[in-house]
Each structure stands twice: as C-alpha cells, then as structure tokens.
C-alpha cells in the first residue's frame, strides 16, 4: 500500500486590500478574520496549518491565537508565491509533499472543503486540486465575477479534469455548469514550478492564475462540493460573515454558503 502524501494547508495573508484596507484583522466576534479562517483550516484535519503573512501584525494576532505564522516579503506578487516562500521557510526538508492554498479571507469555509481539495490528487497524474459547485440560477452563470470551470465530470462523479476556467458561461449548450472556487491543493513539485512560471497570454487576459499551469501543460483536477464560500472583500461582506458565524455558533446553518 503506497504512502499517503503528507500535507501542509498555507494561508496567504497580506494588509493591502483596494475594498477593505487591514482585513486580515478584521473582527468577527472578538477574534480577527485571520483567525477564523485559521481555526476553519485545524478543523479540517488535513495536516499542519502556517499563515504565511506579509506583514508582523497579522503573525502577532495568529501566534496569539496560538497558531504559527511565518513573515514573508510583502513585494511578493501573489498568494501562490507567498505560501510557496513560507513553505520553503518552515520545511527545508521536504516533509509534506502536498499543499492546499487557503484563502485568508474565507471566515465561513466549511472545514469539510478543505478536506475534499486534496482528493483529486489520489490520482497520481494530478498536478493541482480544487473545487467547483453546481451553479443553480441563470444570474450565477452569467456573472463575470464568478469565475466557472469546465470541468469533464462524468454522470455520478465527484471529481474530474479542469479543461478550463472564465469568466463567461462556459461550456456552450445544454448540461451543468460549475462555480470555481479558489482553493488549490498542490504537489510540492507543481508549486515549485508554477511559481517559476511567466503569466501566461490566457491568464492575463481572464485575470485568472490557474490559467497559467493550464497553458504550461499542468494537470488540474476538481473535486464537486454542494456549497460556495463567500470571500470578504468589502464591508458589507465583513457584516455578512459576522451574521453567518453568530448564527452557527447559536447552532444555525451550516457555515458554507453560496454567493
């Protein structure tokens, strides 16, 4: 029997933010955002947790939570080379050979999620893992600010093979389409190589990064969730999370939601 990867989940975290300026420490019932989505990522079980942050305040709020956090330079152009630079910092060795890239800005993630982004790479041909829902309104699909993937997923399947990620509602015709949803699960390899990589002709022109590992022959594969996590990126979606974390904590509804 081969052995199970060992995996590490890397949360990026960095102050500068165009709609919400300082949101990693946003408060959300007395603790900030960082530490929600900290908390969301042990509860997944899915290996050791490190936010890896831009700046000292966000690493003072996490090890005060009792978490580990590792500085990181904050010219880095994006989240992929943030967790990539961490990684390297707080396992030289290569110990974990797997990591899941969790947003710092998804307070409301259901750990279950975090979980289900490492079960495409059972298949040993899988570069990188993510996750896709069922878009169920014609205004979802439509929207160019969810992001929808063409996914090859055979009736009954819960995973399948990303062929490509838009903006526009994709594929044509009849059948389903699929919410993307920005959390990555990468071989150690993959990511080592991804951020060596020059943005590619497609990514620049969706504004989307996966395209990048797409166009340079990456494999990416998706695992099918039923709900969508909503990020924070203004104050009304700070307010928004604020709702859905007091209403689980009274024992309400689950914590993922869609858009």
Not at 229 to 246: C, H, I, K, N, S
Request: glycine share 8%.
């Amino acid at each position: 029997m081969s052995k199970k990867p060992a995996s590490i989940i890397m949360i990026p975290a960095r102050m500068a933010s165009t709609r919400l300026p300082g949101k990693p420490l946003a408060d959300i019932l007395g603790a900030p955002m960082i530490v929600h989505v900290w908390r969301r990522a042990c509860e997944a079980d899915a290996g050791p947790v490190v936010v890896a942050c831009a700046e000292p305040e966000i690493a003072d709020a996490v090890t005060a939570a009792g978490g580990r956090a590792v500085l990181t330079s904050p010219d880095l152009p994006s989240g992929s080379d943030r967790i990539f630079a961490a990684l390297e910092a707080v396992d030289p060795d290569g110990r974990f050979d797997t990591v899941v890239n969790l947003q710092g800005d998804l307070p409301t993630i259901d750990p279950v999620a975090i979980h289900a982004a490492l079960k495409p790479l059972a298949d040993p041909e899988v570069d990188i893992a993510t996750l896709v829902a069922l878009i169920a309104d014609a205004e979802e699909r439509d929207d160019p600010n969810v992001v929808k993937a063409v996914v090859a997923l055979a009736p009954g399947a819960d995973t399948g093979r990303a062929l490509y990620f838009s903006r526009c509602p994709v594929p044509w015709g009849e059948g389903a389409h699929y919410h993307h949803i920005g959390i990555y699960a990468y071989r150690r390899a993959a990511l080592a190589r991804f951020v060596t990589l020059p943005p590619g002709i497609l990514e620049k022109r969706e504004r989307l990064e996966q395209l990048r590992a797409l166009e340079n022959g990456m494999r990416i594969d998706a695992a099918l969730v039923e709900t969508v996590p909503f990020g924070v990126d203004t104050q009304g979606d700070l307010e928004r999370a604020r709702m859905v974390l007091a209403a689980h904590r009274a024992g309400g509804p689950s914590q993922g939601t869609r858009t």
